[in-house]
């Protein structure tokens, strides 16, 4: 896990007026965790942006607040940002011991071009973007890579327990989801709707057919 320092003060700023301190280029932001009195604090926008940018959702950061002698060691645990604009709005710390396992979700990054694709036209889904982990922070990584060169024809898959980890992590995710998949070219599927739409209306014709010869011979008897 990578670490990172980020300086930050107190905030007295509650409520409705933080949109001011949003407009002087600062973001809010609070602090909580195991044994940790909850702290409202600020942080300059730009620097908690580089932050997550660089170092990741996922590194261990040292938290420098004005006032203490000892910087803390936090994860972000939450960023919340404008739905249109992007605009960061807010961010939470969780302030974590170096020497007790912590729990994390790790993104999955493929790697690689699978057959599948290249040769039959296959459709590469990702149905897994990350993970649930647990270690020691140092020990969580920023990603997992997952090596898609190893889907050779349609319809291969590769689930979290084919996914190669460190001897340190643990996986809490089921073993059995798929991460991605390669399904058949979107043409070939549809080729094969129209067949089979094909005949169930030639079965239904057939069937028309010999009810209405039943209906006339039923007419030629009386």
Known sequence: MAETTLAVDPRVVTGKKVKALRRQGLVPAHLYGKETDSLALQAQTEEVINVIKTAGRNAIIKLVISGEGEPRPVVLRGVQQHPITDELLHVDFFQISLTETLTADVPVVTVGEPPAVSVYAGVLLQSLDHIQVEALPVNIPQSIEVDISVLEELDDALFVRDL????????????????????????????????????????????????EEGAEEADQDN
């Open 164 to 211: 190669k980890v460190p001897a340190d992590l643990t996986v809490l995710s089921s073993p059995d989801q798929v991460v991605v998949k390669v399904s058949p070219p979107k043409v070939e599927l549809e080729v094969e709707e129209e067949e089979l739409a094909e005949g169930e209306e030639g079965e239904e014709g057939e069937e028309g057919e010999e009810g």
